[in-house]
T-cell receptor, first 115, second 109 residues
């Protein structure tokens, strides 16, 4: 595997379900990110991790719970979601948080539908 | 507040040139990125500007004017595969990327 991978690619869940999204980066990066992408809206940064420590939480509802067990893996645990949470969830990684030319590499995303 | 503006949609003809504009108002500036995103796929990096001027990379060029809070992405010799959304993003003083909503580019034969 190369780059950034995400599983599952598609997920349909009911509002009472609990599910998890998984992201893995094979680039040796130290920073990982969760974004939400809704149609015709800017990417919304949800969480930022640097060396497994959360450095940013942009007022995300508690029904989204991130976990970063090591610098290569990032999870997003989902529970009691709402239909408006349906979106594409993108994971990204970069060499570090901040610094010049700090390009972020994205995974293919998980298309989430909440019924 | 912080804001990135870019056109929602543009149409161009195969073989032609198209310019996608981006204006920004952010808390600080640590560089501007352009990404390409095909439908259903991950955004992929195209260019990075931190100093004023033009950066050229093959058929794609990106321009930055920090005093005007303005950038554009120039695509030459358009090909059908260039049909995609183009995302403008600015890194603010906290090194967070602030994203525009993207410009959907439609290429017609």
């Amino acid at each position: 595997e190369t780059g950034v991978t995400q599983t599952p690619r598609h997920l349909v869940m009911g509002m009472t379900n609990k599910k998890s999204l998984k992201c893995e980066q094979h680039l040796g990066h130290n920073a990982m990110y969760w974004y939400k992408q809704s149609a015709k809206k800017p990417l919304e940064l949800m969480f930022v991790y640097s060396l497994e420590e959360r450095v940013e939480n942009n007022s995300v509802p508690s029904r989204f719970s991130p976990e970063c067990p090591n610098s290569s893996h990032l999870f997003l645990h989902l529970h009691t979601l709402q239909p408006e949470d349906s979106a594409l969830y993108l994971c990204a990684s970069s060499q570090s948080v901040g610094g010049d030319y700090n390009e972020q590499f994205f995974g293919p995303g998980t298309r989430l539908t909440v019924l | 507040g912080q804001n990135i503006d870019q056109p929602t949609e543009m149409t161009a003809t195969e073989g032609a040139i198209v310019q996608i504009n981006c204006t920004y108002q952010t808390s600080g500036f640590n560089g501007l990125f352009w990404y390409q995103q095909h439908a259903g796929e991950a955004p992929t990096f195209l260019s990075y500007n931190v100093l004023d001027g033009l950066e050229e990379k093959g058929r794609f060029s990106s321009f930055l004017s920090r005093s005007k809070g303005y950038s554009y992405l120039l695509l030459k010799e358009l090909q059908m595969k260039d049909s995609a959304s183009y995302l403008c993003a600015v890194m603010d003083s906290n090194y967070q990327l602030i994203w525009g909503a993207g410009t959907k580019l439609i290429i017609k034969p």
